[in-house]
């Protein structure tokens, strides 16, 4: 058997006991269900919206939280679990379609899951020391500068481009460190796949390597934390009932487009992605800045 059958393999294991959890969750609770707040049609087309730009690598979390605010969709005691619990069906869809379709060095893949999986449980008790607030600014600094960066190699100004579907040596345990960084990071609301993305992109790999490599990760350590949420019930069932089923619509159409790009085309979508990111999480600091002076 080889590796990667071994990764669709336990992609599906996981994500089928996740499943598993949820509908039988859904079924004991399935008045609860019913009256919780939102219309179904409404749910339906932002959850197909939602997860359409997520298999881009736009944040799921960071237009689901503004949205599901507004609408008092889901009150803040069960943002958290919702956030997570409606995202893991998804992600794994995304995550079969690229890694069984997207060129990447195994070796290279499996180190970037585990070295993020483990970052996403042993990082967090150091992670958390650090001022929110000051890490939300550098990165989204970062992230601009990354942009104008890829943008100044798509207008020739520097040389672009990267062609590799593997790394090793330095540039292998210096991305194996860094997705350790981001796994805990996304424990305290920071996204990683902007970070993927930008660091996949400054290391020579072909931009599409990202996302086998971003939904991957995701795909192992996501349900396991929303596994229990699930045992607590703190998560919205009608929102997570609906993103698993027409959200996974959007990751469909989503996945044809991006496996239909070229590499050219996949720079200006890394480009858009890094550039929104940095702006919101540099605008979010701003608006708890001001908003902790009030």
């Not at 599906?12 to 949820?22: D, L, S």
């Not at 650090?130 to 104008?148: E, H, M, N, S």
Request: hydrophobic content about 55%; some cysteine.
């Amino acid at each position: 058997m080889t590796a990667l059958i071994v990764i669709l393999v336990c992609i599906i294991i996981i994500n089928g006991i996740f499943a598993f959890r949820f509908i039988l969750d859904a079924y004991r609770h399935k008045s609860e269900l019913a009256q919780e707040p939102g219309n179904p049609v409404t749910m339906g087309f932002s959850s197909l919206i939602i997860f359409f730009l997520s298999t881009f690598g736009i944040s799921d979390f960071a237009i689901s939280t503004v949205l599901y605010r507004k609408l008092k969709w889901v009150d803040d005691k069960k943002l958290p679990g919702t956030l997570n619990t409606q995202c893991v069906l998804p992600v794994a869809v995304m995550a079969l379609a690229y890694i069984s379709a997207i060129n990447v060095d195994m070796l290279t893949l499996i180190l970037c899951i585990v070295a993020q999986v483990l970052g996403a449980y042993i990082g967090p008790r150091f992670v958390v020391r650090l001022p929110v607030q000051t890490i939300r600014v550098f990165i989204g600094v970062g992230l601009v500068i990354a942009t104008l960066i890829i943008l100044a190699g798509k207008l020739n100004i520097i040389p672009s481009g990267g062609e590799a579907i593997g790394l090793t040596g330095g540039k292998l345990v210096f991305a194996v460190v860094c997705m350790f960084i981001f796994g805990a990071l996304n424990n305290i609301g920071i996204g990683s796949y902007a970070l993927t993305m930008v660091t996949v992109y400054g290391l020579g790999l072909n931009p599409a390597a990202a996302f086998p490599i971003m939904m991957g990760a995701c795909t192992f350590s996501v349900p396991v934390g929303s596994m229990q949420f699930i045992k607590f019930g703190e998560y919205a069932r009608k929102i997570t009932l609906l993103t698993s089923t027409v959200g996974v619509i959007g990751v469909l159409c989503a996945v044809f487009i991006v496996k239909s790009l070229n590499v050219s085309m996949l720079q200006w979508v890394v480009a858009l992605v890094l550039a929104y990111s940095g702006i919101s999480m540099l605008y979010d600091s701003y608006k708890s800045k001001q908003a902790s002076q009030s």
